[in-house]
T-cell receptor, first 112, second 115 residues
């Protein structure tokens, strides 16, 4: 099992550009999550999908959209990137009935 | 509001010594707590977890202690090794998570192991 995979690993955008961060898991987990991590801070939840077909806002959803494409894939879209969105983005998944989330390797995004 | 906080941003220990990383939480209703290890440039990696009906849980070289009276969580690492150098995060399940699995993370403690 590859676990949780994320693409791309690195990305540089100019202000106003759009992009989609991809996440996939092969553990047959129902729930998936998107976090951002800023220097010296913990992880903050952007959006989550408790199950296929549902998505909900987390703590910091402004400026982002998500799509739960199928059970395996959960994408995060920045429609018009801003420098404040420079961060490291992590995707995670969780099996229903458990509490442990498993994380991907992250995407390091810089917005100029 | 809810908050999860680590007591010290950086902890420096000698190789072979035991390490203790502390975490305070504010939500009395949380019933699940978890520790993650994050190495530089990588995603958080599960270390150990504990439910509120337990006071202590042991893994391989790691022990988590939960004191619900003072809302305190600690991670003990025995015989600390250079490979233990990382940032350690505690997290608790969000009040009213209703099976969404939402976690609230602390800010992290950097563990530095001196050879």
């Amino acid at each position: 099992n590859a676990g949780v995979t994320q693409t791309p690993k690195f990305q540089v955008l100019k202000t106003g550009q759009s992009m989609t961060l991809q996440c996939a898991q092969d553990m047959n987990h129902n729930s998936m999550y998107w976090y951002r991590q800023d220097p010296g801070m913990g992880l903050r939840l952007i959006y989550y999908s408790a199950s296929e077909g549902t998505t909900d806002k987390g703590e910091v959803p402004n400026g982002y959209n998500v799509s739960r494409l199928n059970k395996r894939e959960f994408s995060l879209r920045l429609e018009s990137a801003a420098p404040s969105q420079t961060s490291v983005y992590f995707c995670a998944s969780r099996k229903t009935g458990t509490d442990t989330q498993y994380f991907g390797p992250g995407t390091r995004l810089t917005v100029l | 509001g809810e908050s999860v906080g680590l007591h010290l941003p950086t902890l420096s220990v000698q190789e072979g010594d035991n390490s203790i990383i502390n975490c305070a939480y504010s939500n009395s209703a949380s019933d699940y707590f978890i520790w993650y290890k994050q190495e530089s440039g990588k995603g958080p990696q599960f270390i150990i977890d504990i439910r509120s009906n337990m006071d202590k849980r042991q893994g391989q070289r790691v022990t988590v202690l939960l004191n619900k009276t003072v809302k305190h969580l600690s991670l003990q690492i025995a015989a600390t090794q250079p490979g233990d150098s990382a940032v350690y995060f505690c997290a608790e399940n969000d009040e009213g998570s209703s099976n969404t699995g939402k976690l609230i993370f602390g800010q992290g403690t950097t563990l530095q192991v001196k050879p």
